[in-house]
Nanobody, 115 residues
Framework: QVQLVESGGGLVQPGGSLRLSCAASGSIFSINVMGWYRQAPGKQRELVASITSGGGTYYADSVKGRFTISRDSAKNTVWMQMNSLKAEDTAVYYC?????????WGKGTLVTVSS
């Protein structure tokens, strides 16, 4: 089993920044993908960014150039730096761990972007 714990969410003004953190524990395989999804009220959960164990990254078009995902495989931790935040970034952000068809999810951390 894999456990994921997110932190770093909060209230921020438009144009501000936040840094999300996700710590993974349990049965972690060295080859995996970790990422961040988000879900706004009444909307589908969407992939925001992901990073492979080899360092390859993916970003949704809506956040490209503003968000940066990184990881420390030795500590099984993934971060996402979010800059130039917009109101439409408001959502619950979930950490995700994927390996060989298995998905694990954190409980989520709320990010609210509002003036």
């Amino acid at each position: 089993q894999v456990q994921l714990v997110e932190s770093g969410g909060g209230l921020v003004q438009p144009g501000g920044s936040l840094r999300l953190s996700c710590a993974a524990s349990g049965s972690i395989f060295s080859i995996n993908v970790m990422g961040w999804y988000r879900q706004a009220p009444g909307k589908q959960r969407e992939l925001v960014a992901s990073i492979t164990s080899g360092g390859g990254t993916y970003y949704a078009d809506s956040v490209k150039g503003r968000f940066t995902i990184s990881r420390d495989s030795a500590k099984n931790t993934v971060w996402m730096q979010m800059n130039s935040l917009k109101a439409e970034d408001t959502a619950v952000y979930y950490c995700n761990y994927y390996h060989h068809g298995m998905d694990y999810w954190g409980k989520g951390t709320l990010v609210t972007v509002s003036s």
